[in-house]
């Protein structure tokens, strides 16, 4: 069994998902249950899909949850996008946060091709 924590890439997604949650925070009243919900579950699933990965017995099932993580990397990417056009998040804090993404899905791409 794997343990996560020892992972950079689920450190840096626990990062993200608490950057996302302190962003949030800020987000307009009527988009708790929209944009605000979406994207804090995309994040917090990014790493949380890490964590469960690690305590599957095989690689094959760490893999599946790495491309899961990968893909709601890529969904948290796109809302991102969407709170930037609607003026939610400012350019600065959209680069930090989508440059961080970008980051955490190239290390699990990494870890996908290690475990092919």
């Given at each position: ?39 804090r579950?995309?994040s ?73």
């Amino acid at each position: 069994m794997r343990d996560y924590r020892k992972y950079d890439v689920w450190k840096l997604g626990h990062e993200i998902t608490l950057n996302i949650y302190s962003i949030t925070k800020a987000f307009p009243k009527d988009e708790e249950f929209g944009i605000t919900s979406q994207m804090r579950r995309a994040s917090f699933s990014i790493p949380s899909n890490i964590a469960e990965g690690c305590g599957r017995a095989s690689d094959a099932e760490y893999k599946r949850f790495l491309i899961i993580s990968r893909g709601l990397a890529s969904e948290l990417e796109y809302f991102m996008f969407l709170a930037k056009d609607l003026k939610y998040i400012d350019d600065v804090s959209y680069t930090t946060l989508y440059d961080k993404v970008n980051k955490v899905k190239r290390s699990i791409s990494n870890l996908i091709q290690k475990i092919e």
